[in-house]
């Protein structure tokens, strides 16, 4: 059974940072991509950072967090670490952490659908203001 556990949004002002993190449980593949995704009402989920679990590590993300944003993982704890620094109003959204099996995409370092993602956390709250 697959869990993915988020924490760690929030309120906070322009230019602040936040921290988001997924425990992820129950994963069966020797490899994974695993993203967090953000959406906002009346816009579709959209990908904002992305990792592969082996072979390069590759990592996708959106243009407009570029050098902003750093996933990574932690492998003792089984977890996804989103840093998000400098943020703008434009971040405010429900953030979510997905895990899925591994496609070319994920694992060449390009943008994925987020039909890609076979498992979803439940979503955190990030205010950006």
């Known amino acids: 059974h697959v869990q993915l556990v988020e924490s760690g949004g929030g309120s906070v002002q322009a230019g602040g940072s936040l921290t988001l993190t997924c425990v992820v449980s129950?994963?069966?593949?020797?490899?994974?991509?695993l993203g967090w995704f953000r959406e906002t009402p009346g816009h579709e989920r959209e990908g904002v950072a992305t990792?592969?679990?082996?072979?390069?590590?590759?990592?996708y993300y959106v243009p407009s967090v570029r050098g902003r944003f750093t996933i990574s993982q932690n492998n003792t704890d089984n977890m996804i670490i989103l840093q998000m620094n400098n943020l703008k109003p434009e971040d405010t959204a429900t953030y979510y952490c997905?895990?899925?099996?591994?496609?070319?995409?994920?694992?060449?370092?390009?943008?994925?659908?987020?039909?890609?993602?076979?498992?979803w956390g439940q979503g955190t709250q990030v205010t950006v203001s």
């Open positions: 129950g994963l069966t593949y020797k490899a994974n991509c």
């Open positions: 990792v592969y679990t082996s072979g390069g590590h590759k990592t």
């Open positions: 997905a895990a899925g099996p591994p496609n070319p995409r994920c694992s060449g370092g390009y943008a994925a659908p987020s039909d890609d993602y076979t498992h």
